[in-house]
C-alpha cells in the first residue's frame, strides 16, 4: 500500500516539475478526454521497468527531470534540414510550437486540409468528435500529451482525392530542459492518398524529451505512406503513431531511428476493416551509450488482412535496442495473413538487443509467421570485400548499407528514400569516426 | 628471373595455438602454372587465406616476399590493389551488394591505389561484357546481389568472371573446379588459359587431376599436414590419381 502511495506520488512530482499549462477546450468531448485522462495519470505509475513494456529501456532518468515548454522565436534556416529537400508542404513545429513564420505551404490543393490543431477543434467538430482521441490508448505518454500537448496539425484528405504534395511534419526542438508535444490527427477519406514525412530533427537542446502522438484514420480504399526520420542529439524521444485501417485500405510506415540518446516508438495499427494491407517497417542504428526500443503493435480485427512486418537494427559499441513486435488476431480475422521478422547485427560484444516477437492468434485460418536472428557483424563478407581491394571502410560501409537499404529500399517515394539514405550515410560516417 | 611470390619456411595458426601450415616453401615466377594437392584438411586453403591476407590466421614463423614486397605486412585489400587475387573455395554471399556495383567499387578502389581516376562507365560496361562472355555468365546474374542464390557452379563462374575483369598479377584459385561439371570445369579453364600471360603466374589448388588436363601446370607439389612433401612435374598428378596420397604420406614418416 505504501508503495503505491509512493508510485502514485511520483507521478505528481513529475507533473510539479512539468512547467506546461494544461490544455482545456471548450469542445465538450474534446474537454471530457482531457479531464479523463488527467484523472488516469494521476492514478498512475510513472513507467518503471517493473512494468513489462518497459523492462528494457531505462526511461526513468528522463522522468526525474524538471521540463518547461518553451516557445521559441527564434530564426531558423530550415533549408538546413536535408529533409526540406524532399519537395513538400512542411509545417515546422520548434518545441512542439507550430511556426507559421517557418513553414512552406508550397501547394494548396482542394480538399486537401491541413489546418492548426488548434483551430481545427472548432473549424472541424464533426472530424474531432469523430476522431479524435478514438485511436490512442490509455498509456502513460498517451495520456501525458493529451492533457498537456501544446499544438499539432489537423489534416484531412476528401474522398477520392489524391494529394499531389507531401505533406512533411518537422519537428526541431532547442533550448536545454525542454519538452515537446504536439498532437495530430489526420483522417484519409474513401479512396484518397496521402504521403507523410516526419522528421524530428533538433537544434542545440539538451535534456530535452519529446512526446508527439498522431492518429491517423486510414479510411475504405485509402492509402498512406509514412516515414518517419528521428535524428539528433543527447535527448529523449517517446514517439506514438496510432493508425486505424478501413476496408481495402492500405498503410505503409517507414521508420528510420538514427540518433537520439533515447527513443521510444509505440507504433500501433488496428485494422478495424476487411481485405487491409498494413507494411510496417523499421531501421535503428544506436549508437554508443544510446538506447532505441520499437513497440509494435498489429492488431488484425477483420478479415483477409495481410501485413508484413520488417524491422532491422544494426547495434554499434556500447548500444542498446529493444524490439518487440506483437501481432495479434482476432478470431473474427479469419484469413489474416501476418509476417513479422526482426534481424539485428551487433557491430560489437558491447552492443545490447532484446527482440521479442509475438503472435498471438485466435482465428484458425490464418497463415502468420515470426522470426527474429541477432548476429554479429559477416566478417566473411567483409574479408570478400577487402580480398577484391576494397578497403576496410567502405567494405564495412557497403555492408550495413546492404542490410539497411532493404528496409529503405520500400519507401516509394524516391526524394524521400534518397533523403533518408543521406540521413544514414551521415549517421554511419560518424559512427566510424 | 625474379619471382613473383617466394614463400619461405611459413607457418600458420589458428588463435588457440593450433598449428596448420608447418613451414611451407615455394616459389613462382611469371609465367608460371603451379598445381596444389592434397588430402582435405592439409592445409591448402588456410595456405591460400594467409596469402589473400585472412585474420584468423596467425603467422608464427616465416616470410613471404612479393613482387619485391613483404606480402605479410600488406592489408588485404592493398595485397588485391598490388595484383594478389583469391578465387575462394566458398565464394560468399552478400546480400544487398549488386554484382556490378561491387566490381565496379573494385575497380576504382584498386585504380585510386594506383593514383588512377575512376573508369568510365562505357569503359567498364565494355569490360563487363567482354569478360562475362569468356566465362559465359549468364547476363542476369550481373545484376544480382553478389553470389547470392547462385548455384554452386555459378559461384566458380563468377570468381573467374572478377578475376578477368581485376586482371591479376598473381592468382590462387582454392578448388575453383570442385562442383562443377565437365563443362563448367572447360569454361573456367578456358577463362584462366585465356588470362595467363609470361607477366603473370597462377596457383591451381585443386584434389582432383581432371583440372590439370585443362589448365597445364608447370610444377605439381603435394601438401600434407600444412608442408610441402612433394614437388614435380605435372605427371605426378597423374600418379597421385591412380595411387592416392598414402604412398606419399608413408614416405614422409618412415623418412
Ligand atoms: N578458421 C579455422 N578454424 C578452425 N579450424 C580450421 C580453420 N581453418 C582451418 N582449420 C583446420 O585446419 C585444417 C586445414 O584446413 P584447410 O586449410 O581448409 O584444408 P584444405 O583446404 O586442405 O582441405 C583442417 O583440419 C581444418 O579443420
Ligand atoms: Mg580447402
Not at chain 1, 471530457?32 to 526511461?59: G, H, M
Not at chain 1, 505518454?141 to 489534416?155: E, Q
Not at chain 2, 600488406?74 to 595485397?79: F, G, K
Not at chain 2, 556495383?101 to 581516376?117: P, V
Request: proline content about 2%.
Amino acid at each position: 500500500m505504501e508503495a503505491a502511495v509512493s508510485e502514485k506520488n511520483s507521478v505528481s512530482v513529475f507533473l510539479e516539475n512539468l512547467d506546461v499549462s494544461e490544455n482545456t477546450s471548450n469542445n465538450s468531448y474534446v474537454s471530457e478526454v482531457i479531464s479523463e485522462a488527467k484523472d488516469r495519470l494521476l492514478n498512475s505509475k510513472l513507467p518503471n521497468k517493473k512494468q513489462e513494456s518497459w523492462k528494457y529501456s531505462k526511461i526513468a532518468p528522463w522522468l526525474k527531470k524538471k521540463y518547461c515548454c518553451s516557445r521559441s522565436n527564434e530564426d531558423f534556416d530550415i533549408s538546413a534540414y536535408a529533409s526540406t529537400s524532399v519537395n513538400a508542404n512542411t509545417l515546422v513545429f520548434v518545441n512542439g510550437y507550430y511556426r507559421d513564420d517557418l513553414s512552406i505551404l508550397r501547394d494548396s490543393q482542394n480538399g486537401v486540409i491541413i489546418q492548426n490543431m488548434t483551430e481545427a477543434v472548432d473549424l472541424f467538430k464533426d472530424d474531432i468528435d469523430k476522431y479524435y482521441n478514438k485511436a490512442k490508448d490509455a498509456s502513460f505518454f498517451a495520456d501525458l500529451n493529451t492533457v498537456y500537448h501544446t499544438n499539432g496539425v489537423f489534416i484531412k484528405v476528401d474522398e477520392n482525392v489524391i494529394a499531389e504534395t507531401t505533406v512533411h511534419l518537422l519537428h526541431i526542438q532547442t533550448g536545454t530542459g525542454t519538452i515537446a508535444q504536439s498532437r495530430n490527427l489526420v483522417i484519409l477519406e474513401k479512396n484518397s492518398k496521402l504521403d507523410i514525412l516526419e522528421s524530428q530533427l533538433e537544434l542545440n537542446a539538451s535534456d530535452s524529451i519529446s512526446n508527439h502522438l498522431s492518429e491517423f484514420f486510414v479510411n475504405e480504399n485509402a492509402l498512406l505512406n509514412y516515414t518517419l526520420i528521428q535524428k539528433g542529439g543527447d535527448n529523449a524521444a517517446i514517439h506514438s503513431n496510432y493508425f486505424i485501417q478501413e476496408d481495402f485500405s492500405k498503410l505503409n510506415s517507414n521508420v528510420f531511428s538514427l540518433q537520439k540518446k533515447f527513443i521510444r516508438n509505440n507504433h500501433s495499427v488496428r485494422t478495424v476493416g476487411t481485405d487491409t494491407e498494413t507494411r510496417l517497417n523499421g531501421s535503428f542504428m544506436p549508437g554508443a551509450n544510446e538506447q532505441f526500443d520499437n513497440r509494435t503493435l498489429l492488431d488484425h480485427r477483420n478479415v483477409r488482412g495481410y501485413s508484413e512486418e520488417v524491422y532491422k537494427g544494426i547495434l554499434f559499441e556500447k548500444s542498446n535496442a529493444v524490439f518487440y513486435g506483437r501481432i495479434f488476431v482476432d478470431q473474427k480475422a479469419q484469413q489474416t495473413n501476418a509476417y513479422l521478422n526482426n534481424s539485428n547485427i551487433l557491430m560489437d560484444d558491447s552492443a545490447r538487443m532484446h527482440s521479442k516477437p509475438e503472435l498471438e492468434i485466435y482465428a484458425d485460418d490464418v497463415k502468420c509467421s515470426h522470426g527474429s536472428a541477432t548476429g554479429d557483424f559477416d566478417t566473411e563478407a567483409q574479408f570478400y570485400l577487402q580480398a577484391r581491394g576494397i578497403s576496410l571502410d567502405s567494405a564495412r560501409k557497403m555492408l550495413i548499407h546492404a542490410f539497411m537499404n532493404e528496409v529503405s529500399g520500400k519507401i516509394e517515394n524516391i526524394e524521400i528514400r534518397d533523403v533518408v539514405n543521406s540521413y544514414m550515410n551521415e549517421r554511419m560516417m560518424k559512427l566510424d569516426q | 628471373m625474379d619471382s613473383i611470390i617466394k614463400i619461405k619456411n611459413l607457418h600458420a595458426e589458428l588463435s588457440d595455438g593450433t598449428k596448420i601450415l608447418n613451414g611451407v616453401n615455394l616459389e613462382v615466377k611469371p609465367g608460371e602454372i603451379h598445381a596444389i594437392m592434397g588430402p582435405n584438411g592439409s592445409g591448402k586453403s588456410t595456405l591460400a587465406s594467409v596469402l589473400a591476407g585472412r585474420e584468423d590466421y596467425i603467422v608464427t614463423e616465416g616470410e613471404v616476399e612479393y613482387n619485391g614486397m613483404d606480402l605479410l605486412d600488406l592489408s588485404p585489400e592493398d595485397r588485391a590493389r598490388e595484383g594478389v587475387f583469391l578465387a575462394f573455395q566458398y565464394p560468399v554471399e552478400i546480400p544487398g551488394v549488386s554484382n556490378i556495383n561491387f566490381l565496379k567499387t573494385s575497380i576504382n578502389e584498386i585504380r585510386a591505389y594506383k593514383g588512377e581516376g575512376p573508369i568510365s562507365a562505357k569503359e567498364f560496361l565494355g569490360m563487363v561484357s567482354e569478360k562475362s562472355k569468356l566465362v559465359e555468365l549468364d547476363n542476369k546474374l550481373k545484376n544480382r546481389s553478389v553470389n547470392e542464390g547462385f548455384s554452386g557452379g555459378e559461384k566458380k563462374r563468377n570468381e573467374i568472371f572478377q578475376m578477368a575483369m581485376l586482371e591479376p598479377k598473381l592468382a590462387i584459385l582454392d578448388e575453383t573446379d570442385s562442383g562443377l561439371d565437365i563443362d563448367a570445369l572447360r569454361i573456367v579453364a578456358h577463362g584462366v588459359n585465356t588470362l595467363k600471360s609470361s607477366e603473370n603466374a597462377s596457383i591451381v589448388i585443386t584434389h582432383y587431376q581432371r583440372l590439370l588436363d585443362y589448365i597445364v601446370p608447370d610444377i605439381v607439389h603435394v601438401l600434407w599436414n600444412g608442408r610441402i612433401i612433394k614437388s614435380g612435374p605435372k605427371e605426378l598428378a597423374l600418379e597421385l590419381e591412380d595411387k592416392g596420397y598414402d604412398w606419399l604420406k608413408k614416405e614422409v614418416i618412415t623418412e
